[in-house]
């Protein structure tokens, strides 16, 4: 049974993906390694990981001593291990971030700061002028809560897993670890911020006004109730009404997960650019549809992405498609490289990058024979083009047949660039060179 060519492609970019992971489980290997590893300033924020760690392990109660042991003695396991490393260590600040975000209720609140109950709406209205989140949710419609559900509600949590799943699959494997190492410290700062200026939701406002509020108050669902209705179940009623995080409305990590996600997937692959940006307007949208946001908590989680995209973006993967510059040894398509016209773009999520760069394209037009191609000599003054052989196929004019003559003759003719001609020039020298080669 043949596959077709988006299905191959990806059962490839798997089959070489997992051949690249290191399958050893001999934590000695990992010990080695750390011996051979020279230690640059960087490294120092392995330490404070190592301080936030204990710090949220102290205050945890739930698991509660020795149970939560277990905690960092299995991931220090899962560390030591190079398969289970090689997952877990890039990981590193998503877990700090999860950590934060479940253990935060433990904090006693006496140490807490005040909720701020008056500060968002105010400057909603004062730099917007209008409170747009009250707007938005006056008019509410079976078909809006299913439309703002979706991203909100299902598409957030599966997102960023499926972005790197193909980041994985289909780019170099630095990419991925940016992706890791972007998306944790986001959220660990967005969590932080949360924490020290925690700020009530809209939908506080609409159960219980402009009064003071107090860390014991639940969470609530807002306007996802209305799905748990048309559904007939209590899903986000339980979820949110047991959140760690009941006050963190600024910045909004579902405006920041989306913009980061969509600048990722931007930057790899430019053709799905337009598709994801309408997906995370949706989101923008969801968020104060669903009372969970105000305005200006979308605006400071988009802002958040966008800082942490160019912070950790690093230059090796700066060029376009994420491939990096050629000053920074940065792999190029063949296109590029031969200044050719672009393939025509298909595929979905970079299949076709992937196979162009492979050598396993989806596409076999490509093997189809060249014997139409028009050599041209490296000597101008032999007279310009060259016939391959006196039995060659007449060459296809421009804008008929296949095209393929026009860019495979472009191909060749740029690899022999102005400022590089002169009299009597060659690759191999002038010593005993004749083009084409003499049949002996």
Partial sequence: ??????????????????????????????????????????????????????????????????????????????????????FFFPAIPVFAWLLAFYTNRFIPADYRPSVHVFLLPTLETVLYGANISDILTRFTHPILDLLAWLPYGVIHYTFPIVLAIFIWLFRPPLALKTWAKTFGYMNLTGVCVQILIPCAAPWYELIYGLTPATYGIAGSPGGLVRIDALFSGDGYQRAFGSSPLVFGAFPSLHAAWATLGALFVSHFWKGAGRIVWAYVGVLYWSTMYLTHHYLIDVVGGACLATTFFYLFMPDELRGAGGRGSAEYGGARSKYERYDLESRRPGGFMGLDDFASDTGESADLSDEVEEENIVYRSPNPSTGGSVPHSSSKKPPVQNGTGNGRSHRHTASIASLIRGDERSEGWSPIGNKGFSFPPVTR
């Fill in 1 to 86: 049974m043949s596959l077709s060519g988006p299905v191959r492609t990806f059962l490839t970019a798997f089959s070489a993906a997992v051949g690249r992971l290191d399958k050893s489980l001999s934590p000695f290997d990992t010990i080695a390694r750390l011996r051979a590893h020279t230690f640059v300033p960087s490294d120092a924020i392995y330490v404070f990981h190592l301080v936030l760690a204990v710090f949220w392990l102290t205050i945890m109660q739930v698991p509660s001593f020795p149970s939560k042991l277990l905690i960092p003695i299995l991931f220090g396991l899962a560390l030591l291990i190079p398969f289970t490393s090689q």
